[in-house]
């Protein structure tokens, strides 16, 4: 962290950071989910960050405090304040839907949705129903505290001034916006504006071995074009060494050019060795990257045709910008929900169980949608002028 501070400070000297007392975990709960690691360490912050507020408000006018949703318990202070206060949603629209209605459809059951294995959820705007069990993790076991950590969450979503999105009009499905606008997510209160201002993609920085990222470019370069599946699955993306071991060989047995980008090796804890993978032939076949691929930049590669991902909005953006089409292959957390908005209702990836003719069409849709994504930041594009909205409204 004191590496990333420094490093923006340089760059962005307008920008100053305010260091907070150290507070120390108190939570004895075992096991205890991340989320509500996390949510009870930025309550405990909650008061250092009023202090911040107040010392800045004595030399400047705050006119906007944009926070992330596992920070909304500052809401209610910061509002006593006196400053407007809106929530950065950092997924897309559809999903946002989710959050919104998920306290009203809690209120619906008793039991944790994770038990529901043959109930189907409907949302507002949304095209298809999703399976209960499929929820986002932290929403799927009412005994967790981290349940009701995310019912607070997205009950303060609404409670903001306004929501600021990490998307794009033109990616999201109509009747998810029309809901969204019409209060169809929030019944029993009014919706805040949201400013769809994405996409936003960071600028990607060296994090693993920089030959290896040289190589795998390098070898991208010499392929034919869109004759490269790209498969990578996230820093917590892991398999076992029977499944493993089951791609490898439907990789071999389809003949695709592949770039495979494996952080987490199975090893047999009595050889050490790893499970399930073999050497293969680079110049045949396709490359094993077993540390750190540049994904932003893989993906720009004329070569990559195909983008086999866990579905983290982040990537899907990535992909969306580079006109890459996506297989979707969700493994945890909120992967399951945007694997079935984005094969359901976005209609930009296919599921791994579909069939190759649906490829077709969902290369040309791909490709079209990366040409909107590029125009839409673009002088009158949609996300421009929603910036400007809200740029203008904080004025």
Known sequence: IPAYIQRISRAYPSISFHQFPRVE????????????????????????????????????????????????????MVKELGIPTYDFYTSGAAAFAVFLYFPKIGEQTTNSFKDLTETVLEFPGLKSPLNAPHMPEPMLDRDDPAYWDMVYFCTHLPKSNGIIANTFEELEPPAVLKAIVGGLCVP?????????????????????????????????????????VFLCFGSRGSFSGAQLKEITDGLEKSGQ???????????????????GVHDFELEDEGLVVKSWAPQVAVLKKESVGRFVRHCRWNSVLEAVIAGVPMVAWSLYAKQHLNKSILVKDMEMAIAVKQREEDGEELRERSRKMGEIALAAWSESGSSTRNFVNFVNSIA
């Open 257 to 275: 050019r592949f770039l495979w980008v494996m952080k987490k090796l199975p090893l047999d804890e009595k050889t050490k060795q790893v499970q």
């Open 25 to 76: 975990n108190k939570i004895t709960l075992i096991p205890i989910s991340v989320v509500v690691i996390a949510s009870d360490f930025i309550r405990r912050n909650d008061p250092y960050v009023c202090l911040a507020l107040q010392e800045i408000s004595k030399s400047s006018a705050i006119r906007a405090f944009i926070i992330d949703i596992f920070c909304s318990s500052a809401l209610p």
């Open 188 to 228: 029993n209160a009014p919706t805040p504006h949201v400013y769809y201002i994405g996409l936003l993609i960071s600028e990607e920085k060296e994090f693993g071995d920089s030959a290896d990222a040289e190589d795998c470019l390098s070898w991208l370069d010499q392929q034919p074009s869109r004759s490269v």
